[in-house]
C-alpha cells in the first residue's frame, strides 16, 4: 500500500532563509503528488500539484517543488521563506489509474518562522 | 465561489454518545469525501462518494460509523457510539469529476473538532 513519509516534524527558520521540506513517497507506478498548506485557523489548501510534463512545479507563493521518480521523493522548496509562510505542510499522493482518487497524506511538517 | 462547508465547527461529547457532522461541498461538485485528522497525523480517507454512490469506504469503521450523501449533495458523517478515539477533526471535501488525466483539485473544509472525553 502506497505511504507517504515527511521526515521534518517540526522546522524553525528565520525570515529570509531558505526552505526544503522532505516527501517520500513508497509506491512505484505512476503517482499524482500534491503539497497542501493549512494556515493557522484556516482550512486546507493546495500549494502546488504534478501529474506529468516538468518535473519542477512551481505553485503560489513562490514555492516550488521537484519530483524525482528515481528517489520517490517530492520536495518543496522556498528561497526566502517570510512570517507569513509559518503554517503546516503537508505532502499527498495519489496513484493514478486507481478505482478511487484517493489522497495518501503524509504526517506534516509544523514550520515556524521568526521575524 | 462559496467553499466547502462544515458544521459544527467544535463538538465535544461523552464516550458512547452518539454525533452528527454535516458538510455542502463545492455546488456542482460530483466527489465528496470525508477525512479523519487525529493531533499529529495526516487526514485519512474515510469514505468517498460519487454524487451519492459510495467509491471507496474501506477505511471507516463501520461498526460505529456511518455516511451517507442523500441526492448527491450534501452528506452526514455519524458516529454511534463514540470512543476515545474518535477524538479527531473531520474534514470534508469536494472536487469536480476527472476526466481521463485530467488532474483536479479536492477542495477542502474547516473541519469539524471533536472532543470525546
Known amino acids: 500500500a502506497q505511504s507517504v513519509s515527511q521526515h521534518n516534524h517540526h522546522v524553525i527558520l528565520s525570515e529570509a532563509a531558505s526552505l526544503e521540506l522532505g516527501c517520500n513517497y513508497s509506491?512505484?507506478?505512476?503517482?499524482?503528488l500534491f503539497w497542501y498548506v493549512q494556515y493557522p485557523g484556516q482550512h486546507l489548501q493546495l500549494l502546488l500539484k504534478?501529474?506529468?510534463?516538468?518535473?519542477l512545479v512551481k505553485g503560489i507563493k513562490g514555492f516550488e517543488a521537484e519530483f524525482i521518480k528515481s528517489k520517490f521523493s517530492f520536495n518543496l522548496r522556498k528561497p526566502s521563506v517570510q512570517w507569513s509562510d509559518t503554517a503546516e505542510y503537508f505532502c499527498?499522493?495519489?496513484?493514478?489509474?486507481?478505482?478511487?482518487?484517493?489522497?495518501?497524506f503524509g504526517t506534516g511538517t509544523l514550520l515556524a518562522v521568526q521575524p | 465561489e462559496a467553499g466547502v462547508a462544515q458544521s459544527p465547527r467544535y463538538k465535544i461529547i461523552e464516550k458512547r454518545q452518539s454525533v452528527a457532522f454535516w458538510c455542502n461541498p463545492i455546488?456542482?461538485?460530483?466527489?465528496l469525501y470525508w477525512y479523519q485528522q487525529i493531533l499529529g497525523q495526516g487526514p485519512k480517507l474515510l469514505i468517498q462518494?460519487?454524487?451519492?454512490?459510495?467509491?471507496?469506504d474501506s477505511q471507516l469503521p463501520k461498526d460505529r460509523f456511518s455516511a451517507e450523501r442523500l441526492k448527491g449533495v450534501d452528506s452526514t458523517l455519524k458516529i454511534q457510539p463514540a470512543k476515545l478515539e474518535d477524538s479527531a477533526v473531520y474534514l470534508c471535501?469536494?472536487?469536480?469529476?476527472?476526466?481521463?488525466?485530467?488532474?483536479?483539485?479536492?477542495?477542502f473544509g474547516p473541519g469539524t473538532r471533536l472532543t470525546v472525553t
Open positions: 471535501a469536494s472536487s469536480s469529476l476527472p476526466s481521463g488525466r485530467a488532474l483536479y483539485e479536492q477542495y
Open positions: 509506491y512505484g507506478g505512476t503517482v499524482n
Open positions: 504534478y501529474f506529468s510534463g516538468d518535473p
Open positions: 499527498a499522493v495519489m496513484n493514478y489509474g486507481g478505482a478511487t482518487n484517493k489522497l495518501i
Open positions: 455546488s456542482g461538485h460530483a466527489t
Open positions: 462518494f460519487q454524487n451519492n454512490g459510495v467509491v471507496d
